[in-house]
């Protein structure tokens, strides 16, 4: 069975940094495409980074570079510096088993419960 659980996330302030983590259970790395997602209050979940099949990651959202994705064993990170106020909100990772994998979040079946990120100014 399939499961993804996030944390790391919390209050900060304008320019400070949190390193969020999702922890996976049930998934090969070979077989599914993991991806991190953020929701900003009354908006869609968007793609930031996913990694693939594979190994490979790649970045769905430019962020100005201030984003970076990153795996080590069963766990997955995402590192955020020089936080804005607009980067605010849910963030969730999720699972979609496939080789090609897409980034819009209806393609993905299996979702963490989220974690709240805070950015004040």
């Known amino acids: 069975q399939v499961q993804l659980v996030e944390t790391g996330g919390g209050s900060v302030q304008a320019g400070g940094s949190l390193r969020l983590s999702c922890a996976t259970f049930g998934i090969s790395f070979d077989k599914y495409c993991v991806g991190w997602f953020h929701q900003a209050p009354g908006q869609e979940r968007v793609s930031l980074a996913r990694?693939?099949?594979?190994?490979t990651i790649t970045k769905d959202t430019a962020n100005d570079g201030r984003f970076t994705m990153s795996r080590e064993a069963n766990t997955l990170y995402l590192q955020m510096n020089n936080l804005k106020p607009e980067d605010s909100g849910m963030y969730y990772c999720a699972a979609q088993r496939a080789i090609g994998c897409y980034s819009a979040a209806r393609f993905f079946t299996d979702w963490g419960q989220g974690t709240q990120v805070t950015v004040s100014s």
């Open positions: 990694i693939l099949a594979g190994g």
